[in-house]
């Protein structure tokens, strides 16, 4: 099971179209915090708090059904931080968000 830790409410950029979207599941297979899941055959964004922006389901979507601006989120203040050495800072109170 994977941890559903959810970050700053409402300000993850993913997007899903249910119209281009195929069924295959691959969203769900590569993304690492069960933000998605399939109903009625479709994709559909279950968890968006809890999406990390790591962008693995947009490079894996067969069917370019998702959007999302990886490398803003999270994940990316959390890898920037391994380079870096200081702290991963991934939040809006300095006015501007990550």
């Known amino acids: 099971?994977?941890?559903?830790?959810?970050?700053?409410?409402g300000v993850s950029t993913l997007s899903l179209s249910t119209e281009n979207c195929v069924g295959c599941g691959e969203c769900l297979t590569?993304?690492?915090?069960?933000?998605?899941?399939?109903?009625?055959g479709k994709a559909v964004i279950a968890s968006l708090d809890s999406?990390?922006?790591c962008g693995a389901c947009v490079l894996n979507c067969p069917a370019n059904a998702i959007q999302v601006n990886a490398g803003v989120g999270c994940?990316?203040?959390?890898?920037?931080?391994?380079?870096t050495g200081r702290e991963?800072?991934?939040d809006c109170s300095g006015g501007e968000c990550c």
């Open 1 to 9: 099971m994977k941890l559903m830790t959810q970050y700053l409410k």
């Open 30 to 40: 590569v993304c690492p915090r069960d933000v998605l899941t399939v109903s009625d």
């Open 51 to 53: 999406c990390i922006e």
């Open 75 to 83: 994940a990316s203040a959390v890898i920037a931080s391994w380079f």
């Open 88 to 90: 991963p800072v991934c």
